[in-house]
């Protein structure tokens, strides 16, 4: 198995312990889309509790990435992943994260 396998493997079995329906094509686009980060031990995580790895995620993926530069939809789309995957969950992953707030968006069509 790949690295990037690996993580979404890891992605596919958080989802589905939270309840998340998968798309896996969607999550395997999004994996491939953020790189060599979610392969080390800090970058696979999000810390959500982290205001620099915030505005971190709002300019780079949400901005850049998705082009959404409206800031309260940019918030409420964080928010929603926070809250999907539980503000007590210190395992965060940047895979499920990004995904949570790309269908939020309804930004699918940036990974197709």
């Given amino acids: ?3 990037l396998d690996d993580a979404i493997e ?3 079995t958080q989802m589905k312990a939270l309840s998340i329906p ?3 094509d969607l999550l395997r686009s ?5 790189g060599p980060s979610i392969y080390t031990p800090d970058g696979k995580l ?3 509790s982290d205001a620099k790895e915030i505005d971190t995620v709002k300019k ?3 901005g850049k990435k998705l082009g959404e530069t409206d ?6 789309a964080i928010k929603h992943a926070i809250e999907k995957i539980g503000s007590s969950n210190r395992q965060k992953l940047r895979t499920v ?5 790309v269908k939020k968006l309804k930004k699918e069509s940036v990974f197709s």
């Fill in 46 to 48: 999000v810390a959500a």
């Fill in 60 to 62: 780079n993926f949400i």
């Fill in 1 to 3: 198995m790949s690295k």
């Fill in 22 to 24: 998968c798309n896996e």
């Fill in 97 to 101: 994260f990004c995904y949570l707030i």
């Fill in 10 to 12: 890891a992605a596919k």
């Fill in 71 to 76: 800031e309260a939809k940019q918030d409420a």
């Fill in 30 to 34: 999004i994996s491939k889309g953020l």
